[in-house]
């Protein structure tokens, strides 16, 4: 169950400005939803007010909903809502897309401050565990204005637990077994203080193991092959699907009336992970069976995050350095065998960030100003060069303000880009001609977003939105020059791109009431110049080449999710879209459009002596539409292969889930079981990157134990 947004905040917590409005507490383990209680500030978006007078379309998604369903990464932990799917490779990669639009186009934020993942392939992840945080907020729609360069699509928020300073410990032990994989999962957090000082921790292992598939018929490689082309390469058990995971972090803070509130926090995410290759990528003829290549990614940051008053103004002050380093063996070299030298990309990015929030000026009655530099630095030191070494920076100043007028509310921004990469040829090892010969590439953009709120009663709403965003081309767009085992393919860089603009409307109706929150939007987003991956029609070593060219493009479509307390011990919910992708010159689709889908739900929380603590019932139908592959998706060619497909049917899914809290020796303990795929259905899932060679998984039972403990 998701909980319903109900207050926003910009930036962290606002003082001085309008008290959040209660919302809904969060449906932990049998508890049904209901309207008491607790408040959640949204920083996700410009100017803090209930979702009433919010024209971006914003959710959020709690840690207690990420840990009952069991969810092992961001995608899987966001899925579950209207207009929100993910790209998913097993249990190791899960890649939100927000309205048909993922990768660099989705930015991805810790606290407020945007992470980068080295995104460019299709199974490169955010690098965040869902344990270690505290909520999601995600952003539908362009949010340039204020997150920059990819938030072109919307923007995820990704908030660690506060600091409990009244606390002597206040966390959670997790465990979690998840039969598919046979994966473990092992995690501790925890939070306290002395009421002026304070600390927060949180350590996970995941330890995943091959995924499990419907044992279906496979004819490849064989005789039977030709006659069998739309059958997948292997089936049953996964080879190279295993994955293991060290995450964690560290905070230090302190709260002072005078001084303000600062927060210190260390970041770390290890993974080692193999994937499945299709045949014949490897280094070993398809007849000798299945191969895997082995990448090692670590992640760091650093953050320091303050709050403080000054000049009447709330000023949020924020820096960041990120280091990450992504490692990737060549193909047919699993990650048992070490990492083999192949591609070896590293950058380190600052941020530096400094937002204020004033009350009313001016005769407006709130709002934002901000400025924000980022600086990154990468090298190339594999033996493929990929993506090249290089810098980029940007620079920008923001603001946002808001304007009450009765029922109505205007809200409206304006943001300045300055944006320029640089392909360096002397931090790239094996640098391509068009890095020798790279000059600076620079990019200046305005952005801007103008929002209205009806309000018809206290329950029901219309909000509009029309915001513009921008994407600059990634040093890999433009310079990149080598074999990109993740999609099968050759791809190569293009130095005339230019930056991606659009225009992004939405019109949305919102009723929430304490029985019932629904909501239905209509969007459209016109981007010009949409970097896209084109067939160039050549081989090179048996892959195909693909080029970055560019068109313009449009995504347009319909969601609806509801949320409905039928009885005292049932609730219904419910959560669809309808999305279409194209280009705007020959109407092609474009890759990675999500198929059309819907979810239907019940949950059941029954009450009496003779039901255990806590207990609780629910159930889930999915049903996807068929979705052809697009013109240069990656992985379309299988689409052509002589096993395999791109394109996929329609099938529908059920889930059902289950769990009580007893109290053991006086200690609450919450057990969680999610059935996914309950009749073991061989399907192929549009989104799955396994989708070319193989069928998604089957059956997943997930037993999930938290032990909540406060002193």
Do not use: C
């Amino acid at each position: 169950m998701l909980s319903p947004i109900v207050s926003a905040a910009a930036d962290g917590p606002q003082q001085g400005a309008p008290a959040p409005v209660a919302q809904p507490a969060p449906a932990s383990a049998g508890e049904a939803p209901t309207a008491d209680l607790g408040t959640v500030s949204v920083t996700g978006v410009p100017i803090p007010g209930s979702p009433l007078s919010q024209a971006p379309d914003v959710d959020v998604v709690s840690s207690d909903d990420i840990e009952s369903k069991g969810a092992a990464n961001l995608g899987q932990a966001l899925d579950d809502l209207a207009g929100v799917d993910s790209i998913g490779t097993g249990n190791t990669a899960g890649k939100p897309v927000i309205r048909g639009l993922s990768g660099e186009r989705v930015k991805i934020l810790s606290g407020g401050v945007g992470v980068a993942s080295q995104s460019f392939g299709v199974r490169h992840m955010p690098v965040t565990d869902p344990f270690l945080l505290d909520r999601v907020e995600v952003v539908r729609g362009a949010s340039s204005v204020l997150y920059g360069s990819s938030a072109l699509g919307g923007a995820i928020n990704l908030l660690p637990p506060e600091i409990e300073y009244d606390k002597i410990a206040k966390g959670e032990l997790l465990g979690r077994y998840d039969s598919n994989n046979r994966e473990w999962d092992t995690g501790i957090k925890s939070s306290g203080g002395n009421g002026r000082f304070g600390y927060a921790f949180g350590l996970i292992r995941r330890d995943g193991g091959d995924i499990h598939t419907p044992d279906e018929g496979s004819y490849f490689p064989g005789p039977k092959a030709a006659a069998h082309s739309t059958a997948p390469a292997y089936t049953g058990r996964l080879k190279y699907t295993d994955f293991n995971q060290v995450n964690g972090d560290v905070a230090v803070g302190m709260t002072d009336d005078t001084l303000g509130d600062w927060t210190l926090r260390y970041s770390r995410w290890n993974d080692e992970h193999n994937f499945l290759l299709p045949p014949p990528a490897g280094i070993k003829p398809p007849s000798e069976g299945p191969e895997g290549v082995g990448q090692f990614i670590d992640d760091r940051q650093v953050a320091l995050n303050g709050e403080i008053d000054a000049g009447g103004i709330t000023w949020t002050p924020k820096l960041m350095w990120q280091n990450n380093r992504r490692r990737s063996n060549a193909g047919g070299y699993p990650r048992d065998l070490g990492f083999d030298g192949a591609i070896d990309l590293q950058f380190d990015q600052y941020t530096a960030r400094l937002v204020g929030q004033h009350g009313p000026a001016f005769g407006l009655d709130g709002g934002k100003i901000g400025v924000e530099y980022v600086n990154k630095h990468q090298v190339s030191r594999g033996r493929t060069q990929l993506s090249p070494g290089g810098e980029v920076n940007n620079a920008a100043v923001f603001a946002f303000e808001e304007k009450d007028l009765g029922p109505l509310t205007l809200q409206a921004g304006l943001r300045y880009d300055y944006h320029d990469v640089e392909a360096l040829a002397g931090k790239t090892a094996n640098p391509s001609e068009s890095v020798r010969n790279a000059s600076k590439q620079t990019y200046n953009v305005v952005t801007g977003s103008l929002g209205a709120v009806y309000a018809f009663t206290d329950h029901l709403s219309l909000a509009a939105n029309v915001g513009r965003g921008f994407r600059a081309p990634s040093l890999f767009e433009l310079y990149v020059a080598g074999q990109h085992g993740g999609v099968a393919a050759y791809q190569r860089g293009n130095p005339d791109l230019d930056e991606e603009t659009s225009i992004d409307t939405s019109v949305s109706l919102r009723w929430h009431s304490d029985r019932l929150q629904a909501k239905a939007t209509v969007y459209r987003n016109a981007i010009d110049n949409y970097i896209y991956l084109q067939d160039s029609g050549q081989m090179r070593a048996g892959l195909p080449v693909f080029d970055h060219a560019q068109t313009d493009a449009e995504l347009y479509g319909a969601e609806a999710s509801f949320q409905a307390e039928v009885t005292s011990w049932m609730s219904l919910h419910a959560a669809g879209e309808v999305v279409e992708g194209r280009r705007r010159d020959n109407h092609d689709d474009l890759p990675l459009v999500p198929a059309n889908n819907v979810r239907l739900g019940a949950r059941f929380t029954p009450q009496g002596a003779y039901w255990p603590r806590q207990a609780y019932g629910q159930i889930d139908v999915r049903y996807y539409a068929s979705q052809e592959a697009a013109p240069g998706e990656p992985f379309s060619q299988f689409d052509s292969a002589p096993f395999g497909t791109a394109s996929t049917s329609g099938y529908g899914l059920v889930d059902l889930g289950a769990g009580i809290a007893p109290k053991i020796h006086g200690q609450e303990v919450r057990f969680d079981l999610k059935i996914n795929n309950l009749f073991n259905k061989a399907y192929r899932g549009f989104l799955d990157t396994y989708k070319g060679y193989a069928l998604s998984p089957g059956r997943d039972i997930r037993l999930t134990t938290r032990i909540p403990f406060d002193l």
